[in-house]
């Protein structure tokens, strides 16, 4: 065989093993408690917008906590190529895509709203290992981004028990703009797979200047949301 094509051969997607049932059970909890945690957050963010005043640095902070969020895993990415596992640029590019889409959404009256993005592209990604026990391949991302979006709306119908907080549509939107990202950016790294995958077919220029239009994009739309008064 040549070395050209060891390297076109992917390794095995490190098998994931069966989740045991304490396993599974623990990590449905921690999807629960994170979305109350979500809920519960509303205090200490607005006593942080009130410490931060109105200047940029309450609009900046959302933004980066997801590029942290983002550089991590970006680093995952860059970890798995060097190991040479398979990964899905593409994916990965639509996933950048509708993070930033998702940052530039919320009403720029109230910056802070766009933290709900890093939290729920986090959440995605336990709602994918979730899943995996079940599901794989594109049923996977598929039901990673349903069950996302029904914790996103689950979130604010919280919202709206309380006295002192009401749901909005605009932040179901945010909520599952986000985890479509987070899902998309799962699927690119190929997380939590537990059979070998093959080699995503190597992508035209065409497609890739389109991905790279979308970012600029995309990009473009957030910062001038970011300095709308």
Same mark, same amino acid.
């Given at each position: ?26 990590? $449905? ?106 599901? +794989? ?16 709306? $689950? ?31 799962? $699927? ?39 300095? +709308?008064?």
């Amino acid at each position: 065989m040549t070395r050209s094509a060891n390297r076109s051969d992917p390794r095995p997607a490190g098998p994931v093993r069966e989740l045991s049932a304490p396993k599974l059970l623990l990590l $449905h909890g921690v999807c629960y408690l994170l979305v109350l945690c979500y809920v519960n957050m509303f205090d200490f963010w607005a006593w942080l917008s009130r410490m931060l005043g109105p200047g940029q640095a309450v609009r900046l902070l959302p933004v980066a906590v997801t590029a942290l969020l983002l550089l991590i895993i970006v680093q995952r990415f860059v970890d798995r190529v060097r190991r040479g596992y398979s990964i899905d640029l593409v994916f990965l590019g639509l996933g950048l895509v509708f993070a930033i889409f998702s940052l530039a959404l919320p009403d720029p009256a109230v910056p802070i709203k766009r933290i709900h993005v890093a939290e729920y592209i986090l959440l995605s990604f336990l709602v994918r290992a979730t899943l995996s026990h079940r599901l +794989q391949g594109g049923q996977l991302t598929l039901f990673t981004v349903l069950v996302t979006l029904l914790w996103g709306i $689950h979130d604010e119908m919280l919202q709206g028990l309380h006295a002192n907080r009401y749901y909005g549509w605009l932040d179901m939107i945010v909520n599952g703009t986000a985890g479509l990202s987070g899902a998309l950016l799962g $699927h690119g790294l190929r997380c939590c797979l537990r059979e070998q995958v093959r080699p995503p077919k190597t992508q035209g220029l065409v497609g890739l200047i389109t991905l790279f239009i979308l970012l600029g994009a995309s990009s473009a739309w957030l910062v001038t949301m970011l300095y +709308q008064q």
